[in-house]
């Protein structure tokens, strides 16, 4: 059975940083794309970042570009997201995906900027991260 479940998320003042983690099973992290998105109060799921999206590749969406790096621990089956200079505007409930299907299926709906054409069919149940003075 695919599962992704996230963890790391917490309060932390402008300018601080994070790590998030999201441990995965039930596939290879070698053969699908892993991504972390992020949805805040009334705004649609965004993509923050994807390993594995574009033929092996790291990408990141524009509004963290520089600020977070994706990375990933084939041996632990888990992908990290460190989030550093963190901003109010990156306060948001956190989600790791993957494009294996088996996993927990999310209906909504979701946008990325980084190119490909991945479909996301396997969800975790999110981190929240709070910035705030």
């Not at 993509?47 to 594995?52: D, E, F, K, T, W």
């Not at 977070?68 to 790791?96: G, H, W």
């Amino acid at each position: 059975q695919v599962q992704l479940v996230e963890s790391g998320g917490g309060l932390v003042q402008p300018g601080g940083s994070l790590r998030l983690s999201c441990v995965t099973s039930g596939f290879s992290l070698d053969n699908y794309a892993i991504a972390w998105f992020r949805q805040g109060p009334g705004t649609e799921r965004e993509g923050v970042s994807c390993i594995n999206c574009r033929d092996g590749m790291s990408s990141y969406g524009d509004s963290v570009l520089g600020r977070f790096t994706i990375s990933r621990d084939n041996a632990k089956n888990t992908v990290y997201l460190q989030m550093n200079s963190l901003k109010p505007e990156d306060t948001a409930v956190y989600y790791c995906a993957t494009d294996m299907s088996g996993g927990t299926y999310w209906k909504g709906t979701y946008h990325y900027t980084w190119s490909g054409t991945k479909v996301f069919l396997s969800w975790g149940q999110g981190t929240q991260v709070t910035v705030s003075p």
